[in-house]
């Protein structure tokens, strides 16, 4: 957690918004920007009340990964974060 809060602090805040894109598309690879877009996917898709099982199969991925977003999901960032995106 220490790191992330350095990483956030040192690097992302620094960085304007549009430049965001060039940044983690220099530090991450492919596959990880990938799979954290599926975690969001799956995040939205929660907040959207579809079943998990739905959720798995339409992103074909195996249901534990669905589960885990299930209990990130309760993170009231995220159920505040598709609020405001709903307003």
């Known amino acids: 957690m220490k790191n992330l809060q350095k990483i956030i602090a040192n ?3 620094s960085v304007d918004k549009k ?3 060039e940044l983690l598309q ?4 492919p596959h990880e920007i990938e799979a954290i877009a599926t975690r969001f996917e799956i ?3 929660l907040y959207q009340k579809k079943p998990q099982h739905k959720i798995a199969a339409d992103l074909n991925i195996g249901i534990a990964t669905v ?3 299930s209990r990130v999901y309760q993170m009231s960032i995220f159920q505040k974060m598709f609020a405001k ?3």
Not at 26 to 29: N, Y
């Open 43 to 45: 995040v939205k898709q």
């Open 26 to 29: 220099g530090i991450l690879t």
């Open 11 to 13: 690097y992302l805040l």
């Open 85 to 87: 995106k709903n307003d």
């Open 67 to 69: 589960t885990r977003g």
């Open 19 to 21: 430049d965001l894109p």
